[in-house]
Every structure is written in C-alpha cells, then in structure tokens.
C-alpha cells in the first residue's frame, strides 16, 4: 500500500485525501466547510449592519416600537 508524502499534517487531509482548506469547485467536503465559513461572514456582516442601524428586518417588521 503506498501512502502519499504531503507537508500536511494527518489531520488536514481526513476527508478526501486533499488539504481540507483548499478551494475546490463540486460537490466536496471542503465546500461544506467553506460554505459554512462564508455563512459565519455573512451573519456577522449582517449583525454589524443592524447594529449600525440599517435593519431591513426590524424596520419590516416593526419589532421596536
């Protein structure tokens, strides 16, 4: 069985074998991860919005009085 020399550690490459922090496009375990990095961005960005005063839900809504 042969095993492949990488610079990576053991962890890194537990999914498919590739650097779990690699932009590939498809269907693959590293667009979960970065799927869910860009989700973190973006909720973050839009709670920084609201604090700002920009709110389009709350305005909406019209959850304060």
């Known amino acids: ?3 492949k020399s990488t610079n990576l550690p053991p962890v890194a490459t537990a999914y498919n074998g590739k650097d779990r922090n690699a932009f590939l496009f498809g269907f693959n375990p ?3 991860l970065w ?3 860009l989700a973190m ?3 973050l960005a839009y709670l ?3 604090l700002a005063g920009y709110s389009v839900v709350r305005n909406v ?3 304060v009085g």
Do not use: V, Y
Request: charged fraction near 20%; charge should be negative; glycine fraction near 12%.
């Open 35 to 37: 799927n869910g990095r």
């Open 41 to 43: 961005i973006g909720f």
């Open 48 to 50: 920084l919005w609201d």
């Open 1 to 3: 069985m042969e095993t």
């Open 30 to 32: 590293q667009a979960e």
């Open 61 to 63: 809504l019209h959850l």
